[in-house]
């Protein structure tokens, strides 16, 4: 699952392997960025690993998420003192996985707050964003999986829609707070969704819908054509959650909470 996504992945099939390879990479002159570590293996299990890992002298330090098939909630204090950055219990799922991968990295769980991934205390920064119905217009696996990752722990509900053409259908079908809306697309870019949108909303009488464009592009060029297409506020790609949170609070919530005019984040 993680070498779909692109990553180069080393195998172990104990805490001893484990150890042996970090020394190695290590005196290679590499480290690994992320390791997902057993908590039950035969000779050393994964809260010695993660000691070890830990009390080793190094310069950047790895994340280590551990996967067990038990509950470890009642042994939380320990895994805090191995300094772990979040824990999975098996089965696990492809999307639970791929999300608390992109939370740790983003640092949305951190070691002195550790829980179990299904239940992560939500940050003063989550319980300031609106409830919000929120259509995401995305073509990149990758990316709905961050913008998930990132809404997690807010009470948003996400839709999702692959193309432009899908995210203009479903906008047409459904209520929708916000739409996240992003520029290149296949079959119907932002653009031309937009502006589709905004023709309908014309057409039937229908309130304005805040309309948040996702871009690669931060060239002034591109933010005035989709300020031109109808769109409220231009957020640059990779979308950071802070500036995510900042628009969906800003742009998601109902009128009575809504302060300021449109504008662009960069």
Known sequence: MVASLGAEVIEAESGVE?????QQARECGRR????????RMPGMDGLEVATRIRQAPHDDAPFILMLSSDDLTPQLSRLRE?????Y???PITRRELFETMSRVLAGTITPDRLKSAKAVALDQTSLEVPGARIL??????DNRLLISAYLRNTACQLDFAENGQTAFEKFTQNHYDLVLMDIQMPVMDGYAAT?????????????????IALTASVLDEEVGKSHAAGCDAHV???VKKAELLTVVRRY???????NGSAGTLH
């Open 18 to 22: 484990a150890v042996a390879a970090i």
């Open 32 to 39: 690994f960025k992320m390791i997902l570590l057993d908590m």
């Open 82 to 86: 191995a300094k772990l950055d979040a």
């Open 88 to 90: 999975l219990v098996k």
């Open 136 to 141: 995401v217009a995305e073509d990149s696996p």
């Open 195 to 211: 502006r589709a949108i905004r023709t309908w909303e014309r057409e039937h009488g229908a309130p304005h819908t805040n309309i």
């Open 236 to 238: 640059a790609k990779p």
């Open 252 to 258: 998601g919530a109902p009128p009575a909470f809504v």
